[in-house]
């Protein structure tokens, strides 16, 4: 497909460089990529790749803008306190890059809508901030045969990684299950330094960016830690995906998602939701 004028200019950075170029372009217009939680992480996550003209950007929260976000979440505004997530979100992007389709999704992601969810977009970021919310996506994702990021930040200290269906482990390979509730503090407990979103949520969005276009390599077997007090990025290799993997093995005993955290909200609630998921999908 030929770029029109303002294509040209908009995206001239990427059209020049020589793993991107016209080719390249175009495949990140015709992309679908979905963010889970326009927080920390999905802030810059949304704002870069709508920026680099992914065409249709998903992105999925059930909160509202409230004012202890704006330290990290950059997607938002003051202006924006008590407005949907989503809608703030979508409303900056757009405003960004008015060429990009931004499908927004208020609702809380579980197991009886994420499968659907997922289905329709080439590449998931997980910017959620807890560990119920990571398996869920890890698994529904394995499940759906979808690639995906996962990230996660505290203090001053972040860490990603990348899963593509057949080439590497999941992230239930590595870190098995869910820990016990509030055995682990989270950012609103223990804190985080507000640029760390903005590093590890824009490292995801390389990823979706690599992934889509076709380039470079991904964080297959590899979790990428950042300490930024010590300024040390660091690669640990992964072990190997062994078939032993309930999820992603040979033989899986998780063949659905699981709600490892009650959805907060009743069953007309959540009957609601997916009635919202399905108009957005028409």
């Given at each position: ?5 303002e ?16 080719k ?24 870069y ?49 008015p ?124 979790l990428?830690?950042y ?21 992603c ?34």
């Open positions: 497909m030929a770029l029109n004028d294509q040209i200019e908009r995206y001239s950075r990427h059209i020049i460089l020589k793993e991107v170029g016209v390249g372009q175009n495949k990140l217009l015709n992309a679908k990529v979905l963010i889970i939680g326009a927080g920390g992480l999905g802030a810059p996550a949304a704002m790749l709508a920026a680099a003209g992914v065409g249709t950007i998903g992105i999925a929260d059930a909160d509202v803008v409230d004012l202890s976000n704006l330290q990290r979440q950059i997607i938002h505004a003051t202006a924006d306190v008590g407005k949907p997530k989503v809608q703030s979100a979508a409303e900056t992007m757009t405003a960004m890059n060429g990009v389709k931004v499908n927004t999704y208020q609702l809380f992601v579980s197991a009886a809508n994420i499968r659907e969810l997922i289905r329709d977009y080439d590449f998931v970021i997980d910017g959620t901030d807890n560990f119920p919310a990571k398996f869920l996506i890890n698994d529904a994702c394995v499940i759906e045969k979808k690639p995906f990021s996962h990230a996660g930040i505290i203090r001053f200290k972040g860490q990603l990684m990348t899963y593509i269906p057949g080439q590497g482990p999941c992230y239930r390979c590595v870190f098995k299950d869910p820990p016990p509730k509030d055995a682990v503090p989270t950012c609103k407990q223990a804190g985080v330094i507000g640029a760390m979103g903005g590093v590890i949520g824009s490292l995801q969005a390389m990823e979706a960016i690599k992934y889509i276009v076709g380039v470079g390599e991904n964080l297959v077997g590899r990428l830690t300490d930024a007090l010590k300024n040390d990025f660091h690669t640990i290799r992964l072990p190997q995906a062994n078939g032993k993997c309930p999820v093995g040979e033989n899986p005993t998780i063949t659905e998602p699981i709600d490892y955290e009650q959805p907060p909200c009743d069953l007309k609630e959540a009957k609601a939701a997916q009635q919202k998921l399905a108009e957005a999908r028409a």
